[in-house]
């Protein structure tokens, strides 16, 4: 099936640093990504959707210029976690389609999970 | 506020039996449903869905139910398994490619 790979799974860092979450579909070509941010204890919460070629659409509430999304190929998203401070501490985990149609399933990749010391 | 409620953060069934897992919805735009599977530090895992047209979708051991007047899905599981213990997510789709997610049950299935 459908195999979306997020890269790396743990990352500590420290305040005031910059921090990379790479995310892959492997064996198919995702126009449009999805990167989510996971709270202890609540539901998934979408950031952002990252589009092949263009800017990236971010939600209400997300900071552009502190999580900068570039979706540079048809298999590669990255999500830049810049000047990172503790309350950005989380699980982020990026989503794509493997088939056209918005009510095909999102495959997701094993999330990273970022500490901020 | 919350479109998509899963008023159960925890479950807990015995090995064999019947698992049942709640999702409401308020938005009435949403017309596709999904529930993903969630083990600890991993992604979720796509189990089954269902369109708003139906109103049962079955998958093995799986088989969700949508009653749209009631704006209510449950997912069952039977018979539940201990590899079944899991966080599971409801989560909806409205037109758009925006997946709005519940806050997930935790399911603990005892051997």
């Known amino acids: 099936g459908a195999v979306v790979s997020q890269h790396p799974s743990r990352v500590i860092c420290k305040s005031g640093t910059s921090v990379k979450i790479e995310c892959r579909s492997l064996?198919?070509?995702?126009?449009?990504m999805f990167w989510y941010r996971q709270f202890p204890k609540k539901s998934l919460m979408l950031m952002a959707t990252?589009?092949?070629?263009?800017?990236?659409?971010?939600e209400q509430g997300v900071e552009k210029d502190k999580f900068l999304i570039n979706h540079a190929s048809l298999t590669l998203s990255t999500l830049t976690v810049t000047s990172a401070h503790p309350e950005d501490s989380s699980f982020y985990i990026c989503?794509?389609?493997?088939?056209?149609?918005?009510?095909?399933?999102?495959?997701f990749g094993n999330g990273t999970r970022l500490t901020v010391t | 506020d919350q479109q998509v409620k899963q008023n159960s953060p925890s479950l807990s069934v015995q090995e064999g039996r019947i698992s049942i897992l709640n999702c409401d919805y308020t938005?009435?735009?949403?017309?596709?449903f999904l529930w993903y599977k969630k083990y600890p530090a991993e992604g979720p895992t796509f189990l089954i869905s269902i369109s708003s047209i139906k109103d049962k979708n079955e998958d093995g051991r799986f088989t969700v139910f949508l009653n749209k007047s009631a704006k209510h899905l449950s997912l069952h599981i039977v018979p539940s398994q201990p590899g079944d213990s899991a966080v599971y997510f409801c989560a909806a789709l409205g037109g758009s490619e925006k997946l709005v997610f519940g806050k997930g049950t935790k399911l603990t299935v005892n051997p």
């Open positions: 989503s794509a389609r493997s088939t056209r149609g918005y009510n095909s399933p999102l495959h």
């Open positions: 990252s589009n092949e070629g263009s800017k990236a659409t971010y």
């Open positions: 938005n009435s735009m949403f017309d596709y």
């Open positions: 064996d198919f070509q995702a126009t449009t």
